[in-house]
């Protein structure tokens, strides 16, 4: 049985900073790990700062999927004062 | 850590290189994300590299208009010199005149997002005139106020981002005007 270890890093072509670890025995792999090698501390940073302000900290997670980061903490921010975001018109959401 | 190798490493190696200059531009220019407090320890060219010999040029912004970072670039290459740097090393042709003062805005009051927070008086930059997206919009264009993102510290001078400016003790800040609480 033989067994070896496939290592990329840094995943390239993406934005961010990826490590990818890949066993393979015999042909098919086995296990897989995968690593985010950037630390950036924004949990941290966010800390005793306005929540409407959060949204444009969490942006600046990625700057190729800036915009999920961003709509996750207003999502957060909204679920934690139990607000309710009505749906938007069928008038204004066809335009 | 980039394929096990610090950033720092990475740009000590990289930016002394170029002969005659460079503009490693697109971070802020003091490249961090809150000063307080400040858990990545993050900093812009000039201050994570204080013997660098090579001439540094900052476009910031968050992020910075392409259009900028090629032009100077672009400008270079055209002139062989380096553009016109204000005091923050920023190119004077991009960030010579406040965001404010550009703004198509600033005389309409149903427009104008001062009483939401905009930065743009306290924020040099050109947006307004040259936009984001091949020149499609920009923040105010799509009624957001400006944030102050190529403004030294901006995460900390500039925030809160939003109600409405004023001064405490010497500082600009911003004042919610109300506060509506869920019922």
Redesign the interface.
């Known amino acids: 049985m033989a067994t070896s270890r496939v290592v990329i890093?840094?995943i390239t072509r993406i934005e961010g900073?990826l490590k990818i670890e890949v066993q393979v025995t015999d042909g098919i792999v086995t296990d897989a790990w995968n690593s985010g090698?950037?630390?950036?501390?924004?949990e941290?940073?966010l800390?005793n700062?306005?929540p409407?302000?959060a949204w444009?900290?969490t942006q600046?997670l990625c700057?190729v999927c800036t915009y999920v980061h961003g709509e996750a903490s207003v999502r957060a921010v909204e679920n934690a004062?139990?607000?309710t975001i009505r749906p938007m018109p069928a008038s204004s959401a066809t335009s | 850590m980039v394929g096990n190798r610090t950033m720092l490493s990475i740009a000590q190696e990289i930016c002394p290189r170029p002969r005659r200059s460079s503009a490693p531009g697109p971070a802020p220019p003091t490249g961090d994300r809150g000063r307080i407090p400040q858990p990545h320890r993050a900093k812009g060219v000039k201050a994570a590299l204080p013997n660098l010999t090579v001439p540094v040029v900052n476009v910031p912004g968050c992020p910075p208009n392409p259009v900028n970072v090629v032009g100077v670039i672009a400008d270079y290459l055209l002139q062989n010199r380096l553009p016109a740097l204000d005091s923050k090393g920023r190119p004077r042709f991009a960030y010579g005149r406040k965001v404010h003062e550009l703004c198509p805005y600033r005389e309409q009051e149903s427009r104008c997002l001062k009483e939401q927070g905009c930065k743009g008086e306290r924020c040099f930059n050109n947006c307004p005139s040259v936009k984001f997206n091949d020149g499609v919009s920009f923040p105010m264009q799509a009624g957001h106020p400006c944030i102050g993102c190529s403004e030294p510290n901006f995460w900390d001078t500039m925030t809160p981002f939003y109600g409405k400016a004023t001064t405490i003790d010497g500082r600009s800040t911003s004042v919610r005007l109300t506060t509506q609480r869920p019922t």
């Open positions: 890093d840094p900073h090698t950037l630390f950036r501390g924004i941290t940073i800390k700062r306005s409407e302000d444009l900290f600046r700057g004062v139990r607000l």
